[in-house]
């Protein structure tokens, strides 16, 4: 068989960077066992039927990126690292080509911090859990990946930036973005909260309603694509007091993702803010 690899470095049993001796470019190659018996410097075969996932740097940018990479963090933590985002693939579909060195960069800091004594804080980890399940079920299983690899721990706080990297990566978008949606999702529920003067327990249908209502109105915000209502003006007049925390909800909205919020928008988040007013009422 034709060597068509040369081994730069094995990073752990499944993940190798490569040379791809036809096109002479390096790649972080993933496979379960793909690494074993390999040895650096080495020419050799690798069946393409055993590469479950591949990393190439065509893009000068991140190639630029990924030989900092490569000089700054250990294999272990690459390895493990290329095989989160392996696995996550395979629930979510092909990521950003960019997510491998974006989680590197953040995990390795993240642990950084940890071995430091430093505390992680999430203060969006519950709302993360509920908008992005999938995701954040990833994260758990990458936290096991992460002790059986390097002994670290890592906080439910952690799991929940991981999922919040993974989300961005799903959309090929900035994790910047992912996470100030997911801070104004949670402003938005304490403005209800304080505005009826009742803590929706965390967990609950009522919560992951709203949490999901909030979050389908922004995505279709940021898409352009609105709904209506042809019972606005009476459901206004029904539910007024409702109504108008939404309004004021619909500014602070307005301003953080600097596009106009339709009225009718507003008017279906009323009907969710009444829907918690009357379930106050019987708590």
């Given amino acids: 068989m034709q060597e068509n690899y040369h081994i730069l470095r094995v990073m752990n049993n499944n993940v190798l960077l490569t040379k791809d001796l036809e096109n002479n470019t390096e790649a972080v190659l993933i496979g379960k066992g793909i690494g074993f018996g390999k040895k650096k410097d080495q020419n050799t ?3 393409p039927k055993t590469i479950e996932k591949s990393f190439y740097t065509y893009d000068k940018k991140l190639k630029n990126d990924y030989l900092d990479l490569l000089n700054s963090y250990s294999d272990v933590l690459m390895g ?3 095989e989160i985002i392996s696995m996550a693939e395979a629930t979510l579909g092909q990521l950003s080509e960019r997510i491998f060195i974006v989680l590197t960069d953040h995990i390795s800091f993240a642990i950084e911090r940890i071995q430091d004594g430093m505390e992680i804080d999430n203060p969006f980890v519950h709302e993360i859990e509920m908008l992005y399940p999938e995701e954040f079920k990833i994260g758990q299983r990458a936290k096991k990946m992460l002790l059986d690899a390097t002994g ?3 906080p439910t706080g952690e ?3 991981i999922a919040l990297h993974l989300q961005a990566a799903k959309e090929h978008r900035d994790v910047k973005v992912t996470v100030k949606n997911t801070q104004l999702i949670k402003e938005i529920v304490v403005t209800i909260e304080n505005a009826l003067n009742y803590e929706i327990p965390v967990g609950t249908l009522t919560h992951t309603r709203l949490l999901t209502h909030i979050k389908g109105c922004i995505e279709r ?3 352009e ?3 209506s209502n042809p019972l606005a003006e009476t459901i206004k007049e029904e539910i007024n007091e409702s109504y108008n925390i939404a309004l004021n909800i619909q500014k602070r909205m307005e301003k ?3 596009k106009e919020i339709p009225e009718d928008e507003m ?3 009323a009907i969710h803010i009444d829907r918690i007013r009357r379930i106050k009422e019987y708590d």
């Fill in 45 to 47: 075969f690798i069946d």
């Fill in 80 to 82: 493990v690292c290329a």
């Fill in 152 to 154: 670290i721990s890592i």
């Fill in 159 to 161: 799991i929940g930036f």
């Fill in 221 to 223: 915000i940021e898409k």
């Fill in 225 to 227: 694509r609105y709904i």
């Fill in 256 to 258: 953080s993702l600097k």
């Fill in 267 to 269: 008017v279906y988040l």
